[in-house]
């Protein structure tokens, strides 16, 4: 069966440090990969989505990148953090029709 | 442009009592529509999803969901609320591109009080 892995689980990091946010999957193929982050418990903002090795899409401009090293790998980045990216980081997988599958979520402090 | 509406913050219920979370949505072409439920400090679980075919949806925990065309909502419901079913429940609409994204609504916590 296929499976997520997302860490680290917390993280709190001072403002202007990078940030690596690392997403595996297990059990399938050539994955849909996506990271998502939600703001105060609330609505998801599709942040960046990969529909193959070195192909990463960006949604919104902003303080992160995204890579795809690997098949099943997924790297969410930053060079150098901002108070505002503070929140909570969903990294998920899908294939063809399936529902998107989630991670159990890093929650990025940034103080 | 996909996009779905969550027109309530909050949805409080009686343990026992019917639930409705209400979703709207707008489409361009056939929607495909989803539910998920968080779990505090959690990613998103898929309770069920509307592709095509009847329009009452059958999912996980005893949750079903009615896809209505003309009033463009799928609202989720469950006969009887338990007081573990408080969450925020999210719905989301797949885009038609080859990416498959999904955008979800702003979401909605329900809280079952015993």
């Known amino acids: 069966s296929q499976t997520i892995h997302q860490w680290p689980a917390t993280l709190v990091q001072p403002v202007g440090s990078p940030l690596s946010l690392e997403c595996t999957v297990e059990?399938?193929?050539?994955?849909?990969l996506y990271w998502y982050r939600q703001a105060a418990g609330r609505g998801l903002q599709l942040l960046f989505y990969?529909?193959?090795?070195?192909?990463i899409s960006s949604e919104v401009p902003q303080n992160l990148s995204a890579s795809r090293p690997q098949d099943r790998q997924f790297i969410l980045s930053s060079k150098k953090l901002l108070l505002s990216d503070s929140g909570f980081y969903l990294c998920?997988?899908?294939?063809?029709?399936?529902?998107?599958?989630f991670g159990n979520g890093t929650r990025l402090t940034v103080t | 442009a996909q996009s779905v509406a969550q027109p309530e913050d909050q949805v409080n219920v009686a343990e026992g009592n019917p639930l409705t979370v209400k979703c709207t949505y707008s489409?361009?072409?056939?929607?495909?529509l989803f539910w998920y439920v968080q779990y505090p400090n959690r990613g998103l679980q898929f309770l069920l999803k509307?592709?095509?075919?009847?329009?009452l949806v059958k999912g996980s925990y005893g949750f079903e969901a009615e896809f209505n065309k003309s009033q463009t909502s799928f609202h989720l419901k469950k006969p009887s609320a338990l007081v573990s079913d408080s969450a925020l429940y999210f719905c989301?609409?797949?885009?038609?591109?080859?990416?498959?994204?999904?955008?979800f609504g702003t979401g909605t916590r329900l809280t079952v009080i015993p």
């Open positions: 998920a997988w899908t294939q063809k029709t399936s529902p998107l599958h």
């Open positions: 059990g399938t193929s050539n994955p849909n």
């Open positions: 990969s529909v193959g090795i070195g192909q």
């Open positions: 489409v361009s072409g056939n929607p495909y």
């Open positions: 509307y592709i095509t075919g009847d329009n």
């Open positions: 989301a609409v797949r885009d038609g591109g080859g990416a498959n994204n999904l955008f």
